[in-house]
């Protein structure tokens, strides 16, 4: 199973909404990935994090590596129609272990 | 397109047949991933590949399952005598050698439906 608590779930916003979006996790990771996944897609990846407290940017996405190591989070500024899909953290050590993802909707 | 590209996007076979799955990683990248990915979960990690050697499997891979990357390119997995529980999207990363496993970029997956 899962060993990342991915929250919300899920989340409904208005167009133009900033957005946040968290994940922590027992273990402590060495990084942090975020990929954004469209329906029947696979994973595209947004944002890499290699060092605690690490704060990186992507356009409108912004996130950061936790300072213990063990959660990450990422902010959606300006929320646009096409942000909408499931967002997915990731942590890694040996292998890579994803969590249960956020589904985001953005209403026009 | 040089993305990781897998074949096919989708499969529908009956419950105890064998199917196989292709996938074509980034061309400079030498290792390779599979995971399997079921509705509303995150993909889990099945195996792993650097150039032709197989270094890692999860207790998710069973004995039904192989994966072989004969010549380090690309790779394919079989799954024998399928079940319904192996209905799911199968997804094929790859990623560089350099580092620890990161940055790994994902192929659009194979959706199997066992009926």
């Known amino acids: 199973g899962q060993q990342l608590n991915q929250s919300p779930q899920s989340m409904f916003i208005q167009e133009g909404e900033d957005v946040s979006m968290n994940c922590t996790s027992s273990s402590i990771f060495n990084t942090w990935l975020w990929y954004k996944q469209d329906p029947g897609e696979g994973p595209v990846l947004l944002i890499a994090l290699y060092k605690a407290g690490e704060l990186t940017s992507n356009g409108r996405l912004t996130a950061q590596f936790g300072i213990t190591r063990k959660d990450s989070f990422l902010n959606i500024s300006a929320s646009i129609p096409s942000d909408v899909g499931i967002y997915f953290c990731?942590?890694?050590?040996?292998?890579?272990?994803f969590g249960a993802g956020t589904r985001l909707t953005v209403k026009p | 397109d040089t993305g990781v590209s897998q074949d096919p996007r989708h499969k529908i076979t009956k419950r105890g047949q064998n199917v196989t799955f292709r996938c074509d990683p980034i061309?400079?990248?030498?290792?390779l991933y599979w995971y399997r990915q079921t509705l509303g979960q995150g993909p889990e990690f099945l195996t792993y590949f650097q150039n032709e050697a197989q270094l890692e499997k999860s207790r998710l891979l069973s004995d039904r399952f192989s994966a072989e990357r004969p010549k380090g390119s690309f790779s394919t997995l079989e799954i024998q005598r399928t079940e319904q529980g192996d209905s799911a999207m199968y997804l094929c990363?790859?990623?560089?050698?350099?580092?620890?496993?990161?940055?790994?970029?994902f192929g659009p997956g194979t959706r199997l439906t066992v009926t």
């Open positions: 061309s400079e990248h030498n290792r």
């Open positions: 990363a790859s990623s560089p050698g350099q580092g620890a496993h990161v940055e790994q970029y």
């Open positions: 990731a942590g890694q050590n040996n292998d890579m272990r």
